[in-house]
C-alpha cells in the first residue's frame, strides 16, 4: 500500500496503529518471497493481533471475527480511498465502533444513546457485507436493505418508527454527505450524531 497523509489519534488508536504496523511487518518477513502476497493474509493477522489487541482494549477479542472485520475494513478503504495511511483509517475505525466485537467496543464517553445508535450502524454494516460477501459488499439497493435492518432496533431506542422509504432516502443523503462535508470522521459518529439530531429524543422531525 502507498503512503498517506497521516492525522492525530488518541491514545488507544495509536497503540492499535502501533500494534497495526508490528503485524504488517511481520507479515512481510513472513511472505518476504512473494513480497508479502498472501491470499489468507487475514487470518495470518487475525492471529497476530488477537492477544496484543485484547491485551490493549481490555476485551476478548475473537479471532474469527477479528478475521472478517479485518477483510471488511480493507474493503472499504480501497472503496473510500481517503488520505491518510491504512493503519491510522483501520486504527479509528476500530475504536468508533466499526470494530470486530461490534458496539460492545466503548471507546468514547459520548452519551448512552449516541453509542447505541452507533451499534445499530455497526450491526447494519456487518450483516451487509456478509449478505453481499461474493460481491465485496457492492449493493445498489443498499440504502433499502440497511433501512429494513435498521428499523426495528431504531424504533427499541427511540420509542418512534421511521418509516422504511424515509430512512432509506435519509441514508442516501447521510452518505453523499458524509462524502462531502465529514470523510476525516468515522462514518458511524457521523451518521449516529446526524440520526439523532433529526429523529433522538426531544426532535419533532
Do not use: C
Amino acid at each position: 500500500m502507498s503512503e498517506r497523509s497521516e492525522t492525530s489519534l488518541g491514545p488507544l488508536a495509536s497503540r492499535i496503529q502501533s500494534l497495526l504496523m508490528a503485524a504488517a511487518a511481520a507479515h512481510h518477513d513472513a511472505y518476504i518471497e512473494t513480497d508479502g502476497l498472501h491470499a489468507e493474509w487475514a487470518e495470518w493477522y487475525a492471529d497476530f493481533l488477537q492477544e496484543k489487541l485484547a491485551e490493549v482494549t481490555g476485551r476478548p477479542v475473537d479471532e474469527a471475527e477479528l478475521a472478517a472485520w479485518l477483510t471488511a475494513a480493507d474493503a472499504r478503504y480501497r472503496f473510500e480511498a481517503p488520505e491518510e495511511a491504512w493503519p491510522v483509517y483501520y486504527a479509528r475505525a476500530y475504536v468508533t465502533g466499526f470494530g470486530p466485537a461490534g458496539p460492545e467496543v466503548k471507546m468514547s464517553d459520548e452519551g448512552d444513546l449516541n453509542y447505541d445508535v452507533k451499534g445499530v450502524l455497526v450491526r447494519a454494516a456487518r450483516a451487509h457485507h456478509e449478505a453481499y460477501l461474493d460481491v465485496d459488499g457492492a449493493n445498489p439497493g443498499w440504502p433499502a436493505w440497511y433501512a429494513n435492518h435498521m428499523q426495528g432496533d431504531l424504533k427499541a431506542l427511540l420509542g418512534r418508527e421511521i418509516a422504511l422509504d424515509e430512512l432509506a432516502t435519509w441514508l442516501v443523503k447521510m452518505d453523499e454527505e458524509y462524502r462531502d462535508l465529514a470523510p476525516d470522521r468515522s462514518w458511524v459518529s457521523y451518521y449516529a450524531e446526524k440520526l439523532l439530531e433529526k429523529w433522538g429524543e426531544g426532535t419533532n422531525s
